[in-house]
């Protein structure tokens, strides 16, 4: 059965960072365009980042840009979301998607497989 986790999220103080991962189990990443997402309470499910199969897309979302880095490791399966310079502003969940397709989109309706998320909470 196919399933996607992340990891990595945890209490951070304001300007710290934070590396997110998400592995899959049961099928190979390597065929999957992988999106970031984030989600704060009482707000929206808010596309932060995404990267095509290849790697040569990497979308952000304008909150994140020069701050957050997306990456994967094909041959781990594994995708990473290295997130820097945090603010208070980036708690949420934050949570991985993946799609069959060679390059990714911001939109979260167009994902179909998603994992359980991880708290990030930056505050002092």
């Known amino acids: 059965q196919f399933q996607l986790v992340e990891s990595g999220g945890g209490l951070v103080q304001p300007g710290g960072s934070l590396r997110l991962s998400c592995t899959a189990s049961g099928l190979a990443l390597d065929r999957y365009a992988i999106g970031w997402f984030r989600q704060a309470p009482g707000k929206e499910r808010e596309g932060i980042s995404c990267i095509s199969i290849s790697g040569g897309q990497r979308d952000y979302a304008d909150s994140v840009q020069g701050r957050f880095i997306i990456s994967r490791d094909n041959a781990e399966n594994t995708v990473y979301l290295q997130m820097n310079s945090l603010k208070p502003e980036d708690t949420a969940v934050y949570y991985c998607?993946?799609?069959?397709?060679?390059?990714?989109?911001?939109?979260?309706?167009?994902?179909?497989?998603w994992g359980q998320g991880t708290q990030v909470t930056v505050s002092s």
């Open positions: 998607a993946a799609e069959r397709s060679q390059y990714c989109q911001m939109v979260h309706s167009w994902y179909n497989y």
